[in-house]
């Protein structure tokens, strides 16, 4: 058995991986040269690996590798400032070997930010907030035009980072059903596969919204729209990470329970549930969005419930107990299948730290990486 850790980074994509008992660990990278990648998705089955980033200088673009990521190719969706430098610029083209191409959205994306696999179709979530697919393993795509033209989307608030679609989630058997996490519109979700969307941000109790005084926060009975990132467990509840709070709903998102009691704080970005225990799952409390964004305290920790958000306990071992001040962004939280499983999470500082009992205690199996923005494992 082999446990690959992919991750997306600000400096290209990084895979790390180990045979056997999750014990030596080898560094891969950086991959995709040396774009912004942003998630790294792999698929056990066909030992496919994409990665999907870009930004204002490359554009925007998907990755793949079929050979463990030894080789790679692009493809290129929308083009970025040096190829309009270097549509101008023969000297330029000439020494960074630029030659034009005809992007299938020019001037549409500016970014790919997520990236979610199921039942051979692969799906692609930018920025702006626009949902992408690909039945040909990523070379070429076509946009959800229900999502594109959703009524009211020209009032949707970005958040900090953008308008960003981050968080894809469906059903293993039942594709038509998907979940959309937008950065700041909120939750949408599909059961027809994408013809047609419904927002879902409803609370569950509406009055729980009264403890809450801070703008990104509960009102008019939903949940503050700032999604972080969402995870669905084995048993089709969905958690959720909010810019102010953590929540569960247990009807596919039509309502929404408010389960931070017993957090440090309000404000954290990823949450992981467990692959087969629905009511274990994790989620990293930073101090506030206006506080630095780091520890409370300064002192890391992870805290894990193991009935459904109901109780939360704060696991500590292995991990810095002062002096802490990195950050765990959205999508750098991951768990793998083993038993026990791992848990895995990275950092802004580039550690990543792992878990091999169910995030009881901790251990850091890399350092000294780009910033990390997404970790995803695969196992074969």
Known sequence: METTI???????????????????????????????????????????????????????????????????????????????????????????????????????IDAIWSLHHARGALYAGAKPANLYVSRDNGRTWERNAALAEFPGRDDWNPGAAGLTLHTILTVPDDPARMWLGISAAGVFATEDGGASWDRRNRLSNAA????????????????????????????????????????????????????????????????????????????????????GRFPPDARAAVWKSTDGGETWSDKRAGLPGESCFFTVLRQAMATDRADPAGVYFGTNTGSLFASFDA??????????????????????
């Not at 990823?270 to 989620?283: F, K, M, N, R, T």
């Not at 995030?359 to 074969?380: K, N």
């Open 359 to 380: 995030g009881e205690t901790w251990s850091e199996i890399a350092r000294h990486l780009p910033t990390i923005l997404s970790v995803e494992v695969t196992t074969r």
């Open 208 to 291: 729980a919204q009264a403890t809450h005084d801070h703008p990104a926060a509960p009102s008019g009975g939903e949940i503050g729209h700032c999604v972080h990132n969402m995870a669905r467990a084995a048993d089709g509840t969905i958690y959720q990470q909010n810019h102010h709070g953590t929540w569960r709903s247990r009807d596919d998102g039509r309502h929404w329970d408010d389960i931070g009691t017993g957090l440090p704080s309000t404000f954290g970005f990823p949450i992981a549930v467990h692959p087969s225990d629905p009511h274990s799952l994790w989620v990293i409390p930073l101090n506030g969005d206006m506080a």
């Open 6 to 108: 992919c991750l997306g980074t600000t400096k290209g994509a990084f895979l790390i991986t180990s045979s056997g008992e999750r014990a030596d660990w080898r560094v891969s990278g950086p991959h995709c040269d040396g774009w912004p990648i942003n998630h790294v998705l792999g698929d056990p089955v066909s030992g496919s690996i994409w990665a999907a980033g870009g930004g204002e200088w490359h554009g925007a673009g998907v990755w793949h590798s079929d050979d463990g990521g030894q080789n790679w190719t692009l493809s290129h969706l929308a083009g970025g400032l040096v190829d309009e430098w270097a549509a101008s610029d023969s000297d330029l083209a000439a020494m960074i070997g630029w030659e034009p191409k005809d992007f299938p959205f020019p001037g549409e």
